[in-house]
């Protein structure tokens, strides 16, 4: 069973950054296309950014492009994410999500089998 737990969270001032990190277990993980989502307190849960098994194929939300960076490091079973500039609108539980993706469904929750736990990231002067 494809187990996911993510990594990394935490309080950091406007302006900051962090770096999540999700470690993948239990599958073949270059199988598998990976996305970040988030949710943020009393909101529905949505993409932030993906990655296709392909590695090289990404796809981000309007409101974190130039801003996040998604990556995958294949000998490690791990997807990370680089964010930077941070806003406190980005404040939200960040969960991490596997699935057999298509390029063109990769911003879809549904495209996705299998979630994190999430983690929690707030930020606030």
């Known amino acids: 069973q494809v187990q996911l737990v993510e990594s990394g969270g935490g309080l950091v001032q406007p302006g900051g950054s962090l770096r999540l990190s999700c470690a993948f277990s239990?599958?073949?993980?270059?199988?598998?296309?990976m996305g970040w989502f988030r949710q943020a307190q009393g909101k529905e849960r949505e993409f932030v950014t993906g990655i296709h098994r392909n590695s090289a194929t990404t796809t981000y939300a309007d409101s974190v492009k130039g801003r996040f960076t998604i990556s995958r490091d294949n000998s490690k079973n791990t997807v990370y994410l680089q964010m930077n500039s941070l806003k406190p609108e980005d404040s939200a539980v960040y969960y991490c999500?596997?699935?057999?993706?298509?390029?063109?469904?990769?911003?879809?929750?549904?495209?996705?089998?299998?979630w994190g736990q999430g983690t929690q990231v707030t930020v606030s002067s």
């Open positions: 239990g599958g073949t993980f270059r199988s598998y296309g």
């Open positions: 999500a596997a699935g057999n993706t298509i390029i063109t469904s990769m911003t879809k929750e549904s495209s996705y089998h299998y």
